[in-house]
Each structure stands twice: as C-alpha cells, then as structure tokens.
C-alpha cells in the first residue's frame, strides 16, 4: 500500500483525510507544526488499522519546513497528497501586517506548488498518484462584498490561485492515471476560523459556529466521493453541479478576447 502525506493534519479537515485514509490500508506521513497532536493521532491510527502512520514536524510557512517536506513528497512510495495546510489572515488589507500577508502566501500558495511538484514527477513515472488541493468557496467570491463574508483580499486570491492551479494541473495530466482535484468547502466546523497565523489555544472548534456550518467528516467525504467520480473541481455543498460548467462556459467566453482586435467599447 502507498503512503499518503497529509498537510495540516493536527486538526479539522486535515485530521478527517488522515483518518479516511488509514481506513482504507493507507500508510501515513502527518505534517503539522503541533508536534504533540500529530504524534498522538500517528499513534491512534497506527493501532486502529495497523497503518504506518509518521508524524512529520514543519512549518510550512518557512522554506526549510517546506523543503524537509518536499524531500518526503518526491520518495518512491508516496501515491497521495492532500495539500490541506492553510492560514486565513483575514483583516482590512490597507491594516494587515505585511509578515501575514506574506506568511499567507507562503503556506497556501508557495507550499501547495512546491510539494505538488515534489511529488508528481514520482507519480508520473510510477503510474498512479492521486494530488487534492483544499481551497475554499471564497475562490469564487472576488467581487462579493466583504459582509458578511470576512475581509479576505489575500486569503480569497491564494484560494483562486490553488483552483486555476489545480484545473490547469489537471488539464495537463488528463492523459496519465494521475488524478488532481481541488476541494471548495464552504464554511466549515474547525478550528480554523479561530486562527490568524497562529494555533488556537485548546485546539478545539469553538460550539458557536454559524448553523449550518458544514462538518469536516463532510467536506472529505465528498472529496473522496468526487474522486471517484472523476471530479476535478469538488464544491462539498454545492447541489446542482452544472454550476460548474457554467465557470468553464464563462472562461470559453473570456477567451475570445484573445487575438481579436480592439473592442468597440474602448474605441
């Protein structure tokens, strides 16, 4: 059985995809900052199914993080990768500080492309190798106010990226066995939402969340679901999925804006 490497593994999505998983045979490598919380769930799982699971310490927002992390990604028996790590610094973008802006891009864009591209060369060669990119519903809220969703510059453009790299990526391996999706939950019941950058205190999801905030169990069963179904794009709550090819009519539409000449509305 391959191993999968799970980031953000010490909590909320991150943790259910660990679980799921292990549940399936798979061995694990846990990649989280909270060396506590991974060693202990690398335990749980490894006696529950008999997995290899090894929890593996990195910050993601730091190069030297990503590049032990990346070392792992490129080995010969790594079959998945769940880019799940992330990190809102929601705030007025004209008062945020500079070192979240930057730390934001780092963990959520950086990381995610640097540890796909550790691992894909692997995959291709091999055969098989399924990549999953967590973004967020807010990749498709750009021109949407910021109330009542969050003020979200930084954090909703790292999600575009992570979804027109995913579809691209997709794109280009269609005609090999490996299969990359990104994931778009909507609100979700985790800890996450209590994080700027930093871990919350008891690393639990506070009770008062917003009613119909989606479970993490969820969101990865429709990732799992998805999968199976082919599905490059995974919108856990999205119930009509023609949504979806609407995007890609849209982009279609876009496009013909390419090598033509200069539209009447600017002459």
């Known amino acids: 059985m391959s191993t999968a490497i799970v980031t953000g593994a010490s909590a909320g999505i991150g943790t259910v995809f660990a679980r799921r998983l292990a549940e399936r045979g798979s061995d694990l490598v846990l990649v989280a900052r909270r060396q506590e919380r991974i060693e202990g769930l690398a335990e749980e799982l490894a006696a529950a199914h008999g997995v290899r699971a090894e929890p593996l310490v990195a910050d993601l927002g730091d190069p030297a993080g990503v590049a032990r992390v990346a070392e792992r990604a490129a080995a010969d028996d790594v079959g998945t990768l769940v880019n799940n790590a992330g990190i809102n610094g929601y705030a007025p973008f004209a008062e945020v500080d500079p070192d979240i802006v930057a730390k934001v891009i780092a963990v959520n864009v950086t990381a995610l492309a640097l540890l796909s591209r550790a691992a894909l060369p692997g995959m ?84 008062d969340q917003p009613e119909g905030a989606m479970l993490p169990e969820h969101v990865v069963q429709a990732c799992l679901a998805g999968l199976d179904a082919g599905e490059v794009v995974c919108v856990p709550g999205l119930a009509d999925p023609s949504a979806v090819e609407g995007l890609v009519e849209a982009e279609q539409g876009m496009r013909g804006g390419n090598f033509a000449p200069l539209a009447d509305r600017y002459r």
């Open 124 to 207: 291709l060669e091999r055969g098989e190798g399924t990549i999953v990119n967590v973004a967020s519903i807010l990749a498709f809220a750009s021109s949407l106010p910021p109330d009542p969703l969050p003020l979200r510059a930084t954090y909703a453009a790292t999600k575009g990226f992570v979804l027109t790299f995913t579809r691209t990526l997709a794109a280009e391996v269609a005609d090999t066995p490996v299969r990359v999706q990104v994931v778009c939950p909507g609100y979700t019941k985790t800890e996450f939402h209590m994080t700027n950058g930093a871990d919350p205190v008891d690393g639990t999801a506070p009770d």
